[in-house]
């Protein structure tokens, strides 16, 4: 008698069809696992509109996703809906990137590359057995040059 009773909510978005955020991305071939999608989601690297999401929230076209995977956060609007993950040409019709982050990628790209390398400045690396015990003798005979 009460289920007769209860009428459905009424949200706005519900003429359009939604798949589950974790299931989007793996379909969408922007994690290769929905269980590394649903661990992102868990730590607040994915946005859908601005706000935090859970892993079951539903994507709907026309949502804005933000993703912190790397350094310059990845903005894509959701094209389409799949909840299967297919060849890599028709994943990439289910999104599109914004202009300001395909700026953004490139710009870190450009100074990943004209940063100079860590490596080359460290001028010698570990001490060998020859160099630790030169440094150790030159320790033990090393006195201040005060006169007593």
Do not use: H
């Amino acid at each position: 008698m009460l289920a007769e009773n209860r009428q459905p909510m009424a949200t706005p978005s519900t003429s359009l069809p939604g798949v589950r955020l974790d299931k989007w991305l793996w379909a969408a071939r922007l994690f290769k696992t929905r269980s590394l999608a649903v661990e992102a989601i868990g730590k607040g690297r994915v946005a859908v509109n601005g706000q935090p999401a859970k892993a079951s929230r539903e994507v709907r076209p026309g949502d804005r996703l933000e993703l912190r995977l790397g350094a310059p956060a990845r903005c894509v609007e959701v094209r389409g809906v799949a909840s299967v993950r297919g060849p890599a040409p028709v994943a990439q019709l289910l999104y599109a990137e914004t202009a300001e982050s395909v700026a953004a990628r490139e710009a870190a790209l450009v100074a990943r590359r004209l940063s100079p390398e860590p490596a080359a400045t460290i001028e010698s690396g570990r001490p060998t057995k020859r160099d630790r015990r030169q440094l150790a003798d030159w320790d033990r005979w090393s006195v201040s040059s005060d006169p007593d």
